[in-house]
């Protein structure tokens, strides 16, 4: 009888022992994950807030974590730059452009990289990758000599091509993840069933893809908008420019150069829709990257 009950009294101990390390681990990990979060969006809060200081605030020698007064100017002055508009008009052209076209390419590439069996298959996986470690800056030159070449220097097009050198690589290894995961069965029964390898395709892969197509898609619109150096490189009027390449001018102007509120106001502007995006498709993105990270 002592024998048989050693042996509970020891397993509901070790239980008790795990319980309690459990109640004071649980808060532990929260408090590290709420200092995280502070400090991640401690940034974001103090370019909220110089946006809206006054101009006596923004000069105080001592900082002020609160605005003593609500002033609307920073906005305004970004808002009467003639060229904010139009390179934020730019910006979202070319960035739903490259975002369109790569997904588009690259969803058909990670299709027949995961589906089909052809020669240099392996390499074409493996080039994938190693496009993606070239550094951006070695390829500017280029790109600048090619499209010069053939007349799309200064073009938003041109912009386009130059960006899907890094989407389209990203998009069919990013894709063919949530492709492999995708069982073959279900295309041979819908081949059974009298469809074509298209309508497999159309009914069967691409609705089971739509979470990777929005993951992917999220982060190649973010890669676009983010980009200065290809931008700034590869479109030279001034009425081409996108929003980066704007900032960057704005903030350094001898006009601006020490506005802190204005380029504040710049940078929330042109970070918003980036920022609002994200908030949109968060829940979709982190299902995307859990289902894309399952097999492949």
Not at 39 to 45: A, D, E, K, L, S
Not at 124 to 142: E, G, R
Not at 211 to 219: C, H, K, Q
Request: aromatic share 12%; charged share 10%; proline share 5%.
């Amino acid at each position: 009888m002592a024998t048989d009950t050693a042996p509970t009294v020891l397993r509901r101990s070790r239980e008790d022992d795990a319980v309690g390390r459990k109640r004071w681990a649980t808060p532990l990990w929260n408090t590290v994950a709420l200092l995280f979060a502070l400090v991640m969006f401690f940034p974001i809060y103090w370019m909220v807030l110089t946006t809206v200081k006054t101009g006596k605030d923004l000069l105080s020698v001592d900082p002020t974590f609160w605005p003593t007064g609500i002033s609307t100017a920073s906005f305004q002055t970004v808002f009467d730059d003639p060229n904010f508009l139009t390179d934020m008009r730019n910006v979202a052209v070319i960035t739903v452009g490259a975002v369109i076209l790569g997904l588009a390419v690259g969803f058909l590439g990670a299709v027949s990289v995961a589906r089909f069996r052809f020669t240099g298959r392996n390499f074409f996986i493996a080039s994938m990758l190693v496009v993606q470690m070239v550094p951006l800056i070695s390829l500017v030159i280029p790109m600048f000599f090619i499209l010069k070449n053939i007349g799309l220097y200064d073009q938003a097009f041109g912009v386009i091509l130059a960006y899907l050198v890094f989407t389209i690589p990203y998009v069919v290894w990013t894709l063919r993840s949530f492709i492999v995961n995708i069982p073959k069965e279900l295309d041979e029964a819908a081949l059974v069933d009298g469809c074509t390898r298209w309508g497999a395709f159309m009914r069967i892969i691409l609705p089971l893809t739509v979470p990777g197509l929005i993951t992917t898609g999220v982060f190649c619109w973010i890669q676009a908008w983010n980009e200065f150096v290809i931008a700034n490189i590869l479109l030279s009027s001034n009425n081409q420019q996108t929003a980066m390449v704007w900032l960057t001018g704005f903030s350094s102007s001898p006009t601006h150069g020490a506005d802190y509120g204005s380029q504040m106001a710049g940078a929330l502007m042109v970070s918003l829709p980036v920022i609002v995006l994200f908030v949109i498709f968060q829940r979709r993105v982190t299902s995307g990257l859990t289902a894309g990270a399952v097999k492949g």
